[in-house]
């Protein structure tokens, strides 16, 4: 009997929660399970706001705001105003109804549950029917030094718009850390890894950090594809180019597969890169992965879905490649 299709996807935030959305469209959502960032977690007026497992989970609710790519679809924010009026700081914004699962969450945690139980019972209230873990449940910072000084994440992203240059990026508390329960079995499980195209340096990095997980994906069954979200040598949306070249990484599809080259098969990139491939190659573009080129661009819900059909059919060869080890030429 064929076993059960699991499909295990690494995730951050904004370019995550769009992908997860059509993955969930175009296979059965029971059968995905999404490992999250945690290093932008915050507290936040005395809340544990989690804005990645936040996005995963209205995404997969059909509530995530697609205006912003974050937040409640349709929100207001009236609190936040009165929150300004009373002295609270503002900068980082609570929408009215994105407020209650920052209270569920915190109320949650104060009861004794895990971030990984407090998920999973959040995200069974929202009816999802995926299972959405964080990469720990213990507290791991992402915290960017910059030539303003180091700053958390949010600072940087949210507060100062990513405008101070990054110099490096460092996971506070990951040494320590340790995979979420499920996380390594659903690496062990799955019949395909998907890394989704999120930041490479603080979305997926993060998640990279943890003790355990990097040597998971080396050591998958499954194969590994990886959506760039970087196109024509600059992000889809936000710092990643900044970033990946303060990690020593170009800002490009090829050094999103150096970044990933020790787990991954085959690449995603967007087709109007194809061009640089030639050029990649004679530059001596050696990381063994394979590049697989289509639209990666999702400025629509058909776009969605057609960038996870893309990714789950670049590893039909790589699936069946695993099914026969022994018929692959070495
Ligand atoms: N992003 C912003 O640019 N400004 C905000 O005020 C903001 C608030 C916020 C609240 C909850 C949440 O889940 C996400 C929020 N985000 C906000 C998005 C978030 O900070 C980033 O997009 C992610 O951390 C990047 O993955």
Same mark, same amino acid.
């Given at each position: 009997?064929?076993?059960?299709?699991?499909?295990?996807?690494?995730?951050?935030?904004?370019?995550?929660?769009?992908?997860?959305?059509?993955?969930?469209?175009?296979? !059965?959502?029971?059968?995905?399970?999404?490992?999250?960032?945690?290093?932008?977690?915050?507290?936040?007026?005395?809340?544990?706001?989690? !804005?990645?497992?936040?996005? #995963?989970? /209205?995404?997969?609710?059909?509530?995530?705001?697609?205006?912003?790519? @974050?937040?409640?679809?349709?929100?207001?924010?009236?609190?936040?105003?009165?929150?300004?009026?009373?002295?609270?700081?503002? @900068?980082?914004?609570?929408?009215?109804?994105?407020?209650?699962?920052?209270?569920?969450?915190?109320?949650?945690?104060?009861?004794?549950?895990?971030?990984?139980?407090?998920?999973?019972?959040?995200?069974?209230?929202?009816?999802?029917?995926?299972?959405?873990?964080?990469?720990?449940?213990?507290?791991?910072?992402?915290?960017?030094?910059?030539?303003?000084?180091?700053?958390?994440?949010?600072? /940087?992203?949210?507060?100062?718009? /990513?405008?101070?240059?990054?110099?490096?990026?460092?996971?506070?508390?990951?040494?320590?850390?340790?995979?979420?329960?499920?996380?390594?079995?659903?690496?062990?499980?799955?019949?395909?890894?998907?890394?989704?195209?999120?930041?490479?340096?603080?979305?997926?990095?993060? #998640?990279?950090?943890?003790?355990? #997980?990097?040597?998971?994906?080396?050591?998958? !069954?499954?194969?590994?594809?990886?959506?760039?979200?970087?196109?024509?040598?600059?992000?889809?949306?936000? !710092?990643?180019?900044?970033?990946?070249?303060?990690?020593?990484?170009?800002?490009?599809?090829?050094?999103?597969?150096?970044?990933?080259?020790?787990?991954?098969?085959?690449?995603?990139?967007? /087709?109007?890169?194809?061009? @640089?491939?030639?050029?990649?190659?004679?530059?001596?573009?050696?990381?063994?992965?394979?590049?697989?080129?289509?639209?990666?661009?999702?400025?629509?819900?058909?776009?969605?879905?057609?960038?996870?059909?893309?990714?789950?059919?670049?590893?039909?060869?790589?699936?069946?490649?695993?099914?026969?080890?022994?018929?692959?030429?070495?």
């Amino acid at each position: 009997m064929l076993p059960e299709l699991m499909i295990t996807v690494l995730s951050g935030g904004t370019g995550g929660a769009k992908f997860v959305q059509g993955l969930s469209r175009v296979v !059965p959502a029971e059968d995905i399970t999404v490992i999250v960032n945690t290093g932008d977690d915050l507290e936040w007026w005395g809340l544990h706001v989690s !804005p990645d497992l936040d996005s #995963i989970s /209205y995404a997969l609710a059909g509530q995530l705001s697609r205006e912003r790519g @974050w937040g409640v679809e349709g929100d207001s924010f009236h609190c936040a105003e009165a929150a300004a009026r009373l002295g609270l700081p503002t @900068w980082f914004r609570l929408g009215d109804r994105d407020l209650a699962l920052h209270l569920a969450r915190t109320q949650l945690l104060g009861s004794g549950r895990s971030l990984g139980e407090a998920t999973a019972e959040i995200v069974a209230r929202f009816g999802v029917r995926s299972s959405v873990l964080p990469m720990t449940n213990q507290r791991v910072e992402t915290r960017v030094s910059t030539a303003a000084g180091e700053l958390n994440f949010q600072e /940087y992203f949210v507060r100062e718009h /990513y405008a101070p240059t990054p110099l490096g990026v460092c996971f506070a508390g990951a040494e320590q850390a340790s995979p979420a329960p499920g996380v390594l079995e659903a690496l062990a499980a799955a019949q395909a890894i998907l890394i989704a195209p999120s930041n490479p340096i603080t979305s997926i990095g993060p #998640i990279l950090a943890i003790p355990g #997980i990097r040597h998971a994906l080396r050591a998958a !069954p499954a194969p590994i594809a990886a959506v760039s979200p970087m196109v024509g040598g600059a992000a889809v949306s936000g !710092p990643a180019a900044a970033l990946m070249r303060a990690a020593g990484f170009a800002p490009s599809y090829s050094g999103v597969a150096s970044a990933y080259s020790d787990f991954l098969d085959v690449l995603i990139a967007d /087709y109007r890169d194809a061009k @640089w491939h030639d050029q990649n190659a004679a530059l001596g573009f050696s990381t063994g992965v394979r590049v697989h080129f289509c639209d990666t661009i999702m400025t629509s819900e058909p776009s969605k879905d057609e960038l996870a059909r893309a990714a789950l059919s670049s590893l039909g060869g790589a699936l069946d490649k695993f099914c026969s080890r022994e018929a692959v030429s070495p």
